[in-house]
């Protein structure tokens, strides 16, 4: 069954059967809305649409200085070029030269004296075709007096440490002291590179100029709102005349929640000055160069732990390559912390956090937002933990999973009420086999002087809401027509993930209606206002009970209704497939809805939805910031050549917790690309900056993201069965964007396992990340020339 185990990667999905309506039980994997489409490369994207008359072209001009001050800007060739009808600066902006989406003014939309990062807009030309506007961008005479550029994480701190962002420091009972009396003791470090999105489809908006001061614009963002806001701030003008919409993005990733707004800002303020459409698609290489990442991170750790691998006290340090601007990285860096101990209960703990100023990309929100970093610095904590006790590392990490009632607070004090580690760790290991297979493969490395194999089973305990707690509201907008047709809106934004497909079958389970009844809307600033960014994997936690709250709302109506006019009880109203029950009678849908039209009862109702329970304290470092926690298992199996640092995936099993899933189709298709793109982060995907501050990973030439022969060559992936979510969320699932990512962690220390063969397994291999075959290669030296175990006290 597809709600509980996958079929191979390569494997074929059943078609849904149109109108199945579930009650009570797990949801039915409907077919995505726009699978079809999608196929049929009939979807449409910002760049397909049907292109106003008179539209114009957006390219923007990127400093080439990572910091440095614009001594002189000559821009006359460049509107004197062929084609231009404008070219933009800072001096043409009639509102706010400020696109920082947490308030800092520190982003300002077009540099004016000083450059920042290679790469950051100075200016824009707007011309009558794409072509015309890129040739004459690259006319631009600028004359830069050079400052000291701070790149990377050791040059930020050899600098004094500047920041972006206040550090925080979350703790629990006394850490050095803890440290102190731990019986034994390692410290070490970890690096982790960062990941550029590389979303099929790159940044793109086109901007309307309509009367008295509206602005229409089409943005491929993840943060409609956030977009209106900053267009209307760059314009000096009300929200009410900007409406941002958005059918669909080619991807996202979290790359287009705060980035979107550079491009789209400027497609509007090319709109604005000309009284003309206008539209900007980022090249490839420009989008690369122009827009953050996710953090690349230092970890420091110190641990303390007893022989039987049971951990006494941490101390960890998590210092992150920001950029140049604050962005997202107070809250990226923030769940770095929050998930430093992943599934594991510290007994005495310290976290710090150093969101670092550089000169280069603002780095912003990837799907995980800081949490993939702490969950892979506490599972290296685990692996130094099992290296020096001589331990399974499964058995370290089955020792130290948090439990329900006792050892269940985290460093920041909030109690983890439902901890089910242990337990899905356990079965995918006799699932999968894992401890019958680590003892064949060490004992066929014993035999094999160059391909040697690993594996290894980590788990995920992942953070369910936004940490700044007011993003937890959502709203929707629901439409009934007297035929029986049901539109729905709502304020999240369909990336590929199926959001609106999730939203289309709520509103057929309540309704008891087929698919072809319920129908999408783009998302629009329009129809419902003050939206959340679909982000924080909570898309469909949010909007789903927004929109299950507007159809409820319209629900009793038709129940008031109908039992007055059939002359039953309420009770007796029921909605179901065939039709709706009104006692003993079978009323079909539409000639309820055209009934109640004559009868003036309203079919039409927003929706609203905010998350309880949850608070953070960022002063004390305090709260309780999740709703809920996400859970999950990875086994992974790998095989490294030593001669070339050339790997692959064998196999993988992954045992994930979707609650009650609303689309098990969906949901496994989520956990499979989430894994293939952890994986990728931690394995093939490298960002290279050289000396000068220009990225030399900008193009899918030089930047290695997975493809289809990286996927594991085994993959099954299944759905832990019967385990509705605790808490009250919608139809009690729980959320699948980001918790999958972390299932990658599992390739890293499958290759680390692989590697420590080559000293006997005495040696705790120290991998970096990402494990790149020169990575390997270096370690595999290095490994070679050790001749003791890492220091432990």
């Not at 290489?285 to 006290?313: E, L, N, P």
């Not at 609303?662 to 050289?690: C, M």
């Not at 030399?696 to 979510?725: E, G, I, M």
Request: hydrophobic fraction near 40%; proline fraction near 6%; glycine fraction near 10%.
């Amino acid at each position: 069954m597809r709600d509980t185990i996958s079929a191979p990667i390569s494997g074929a999905l059943p078609d849904a059967v149109p109108g199945t309506v579930v009650t009570g039980g797990a949801s039915h994997s409907l077919r995505h809305e726009s699978a079809a489409m999608h196929v049929a490369g009939a979807a449409a994207y910002i760049d397909d649409m049907p292109e106003p008359k008179g539209l114009l072209h957006v390219v923007p001009g990127l400093s080439t200085r990572a910091h440095a001050r614009i001594v002189s800007m000559d821009l006359d060739a460049v509107r004197a070029a062929p084609g231009v009808v404008r070219v933009l600066t800072a001096a043409d902006i009639p509102g706010h030269n400020q696109v920082s989406p947490v308030g800092r003014n520190d982003e300002p939309l077009l540099a004016t004296d000083l450059v920042s990062y290679y790469g950051q807009p100075i200016f824009a030309v707007v011309a009558e075709t794409r072509l015309q506007a890129r040739h004459a961008a690259r006319l631009a005479r600028i004359e830069y007096e050079d400052l000291p550029a701070i790149l990377d994480i050791a040059q930020a701190r050899a600098a004094g440490g500047a920041m972006v962002w206040r550090p925080l420091t979350m703790q629990r009972g006394d850490a050095p002291s803890g440290l102190a009396a731990s019986p034994r003791r390692v410290a070490g470090r970890i690096t982790m590179g960062g990941q550029e999105h590389f979303y099929l489809e790159g940044q793109a908006a086109m901007a309307q100029p309509g009367e008295e001061g509206e602005m229409r614009v089409w943005s491929s963002t993840q943060h409609p709102t956030e977009t209106q806001h900053m267009v209307a701030h760059v314009l000096d003008r009300p929200s009410n005349l900007v409406t941002t919409e958005i059918r669909r993005m080619g991807g996202g990733f979290g790359g287009k929640e705060t980035q979107a707004n550079t491009p789209a800002c400027l497609a509007a303020l090319a709109a604005e000055l000309t009284g003309r459409a206008a539209k900007i698609r980022l090249d490839r290489d420009d989008d690369m160069m122009m827009t953050g990442k996710r953090h690349d991170f230092v970890v420091d750790y110190d641990v303390g732990f007893d022989d039987d691998g049971r951990i006494r006290a941490v101390d960890m340090v998590l210092a992150a390559r920001c950029g140049w601007s604050a962005d997202l990285s107070g809250p990226v860096t923030d769940r770095a912390l929050f998930h430093a101990d992943n599934a594991y209960y510290y007994p005495d703990v310290r976290l710090r956090s150093e969101p670092l100023k550089t000169n280069t990309q603002s780095n912003t929100a990837y799907r995980g937002f800081g949490g993939p970093q702490g969950i892979v610095a506490a599972e290296r904590v685990i692996e130094e933990i099992a290296f020096a006790t001589g331990l399974d590392p499964l058995d370290v990490r089955l020792r130290n999973v948090y439990g329900t009632g006792t050892r269940d607070l985290t460093p920041y004090h909030m109690t983890v009420e439902d901890s089910i580690s242990a337990d899905i760790m356990a079965k995918l290991a006799d699932d999968c086999a894992y401890r019958a297979r680590r003892a064949a493969l060490r004992a066929a490395n014993e035999g094999s002087p160059h391909i040697r194999r690993g594996i290894a089973l980590t788990p995920v305990k992942f953070g369910i809401s936004f940490t700044a707690t007011h993003y937890n509201q959502a709203g929707a907008l629901v439409h009934v027509y007297t035929d029986g047709s049901v539109q729905v809106n709502h304020g999240g934004t369909e990336m590929g993930q199926g959001l609106h497909t999730k939203m289309v079958q709520i509103a057929m389970r309540e309704f008891g209606l087929p698919a072809d009844r319920v129908r999408i809307t783009a998302t629009t600033t329009g129809k419902v206002p003050n939206t959340s960014a679909t982000a924080a994997s909570s898309g469909a936690d949010l909007n789903g009970m927004a929109v299950l709250d507007a159809v409820r709302r319209i629900k009793d109506r038709l129940v008031e209704f109908a039992a007055g006019h059939w002359g039953v009880d309420a009770a007796q109203v029921r909605f179901l497939p065939d039709g709706v029950h009104v006692g003993a009678t079978v009323v079909p849908f539409p000639d309820l809805t055209r009934a109640a039209y004559f009868a003036r009862v309203s079919m039409s109702s927003s929706g609203f939805y905010k998350t309880p329970k949850i608070s953070w304290n960022a002063e004390t470092g305090r709260g309780r910031p999740f709703f809920y926690f996400a859970y999950g298992a990875a086994c992974a199996e790998v095989a490294i050549d030593l001669l070339t640092g050339e790997t692959r995936i064998e196999q993988v099993d992954i045992l994930h917790d979707a609650g009650q899933s609303l689309n098990p189709a969906i949901d496994i298709g989520q956990i499979e690309g989430g894994f293939v793109q952890g994986a990728g982060w931690l394995t093939t995907e490298e960002l290279v900056w050289d000396a000068s501050g220009r990225l030399r990973t900008h193009a899918p030439s030089t930047y290695k993201v997975p493809a289809c022969s990286d996927r594991p060559r085994r993959f099954t992936v299944k759905l832990l069965d019967h385990a509705p979510n605790r808490e009250d969320t919608i139809f009690r699932s729980k959320a699948v964007g980001e918790p999958p990512f972390v299932h990658g962690v599992a390739v890293l220390h499958a290759i680390s396992d692989a590697l420590a063969s080559i000293d006997g397994y005495r040696t705790c291999p120290r991998l970096d990340a990402p494990a790149t075959p020169e990575t390997i290669l270096r370690t595999t030296e290095r490994m070679r020339g050790l001749a003791a175990p890492c220091p432990v006290g």
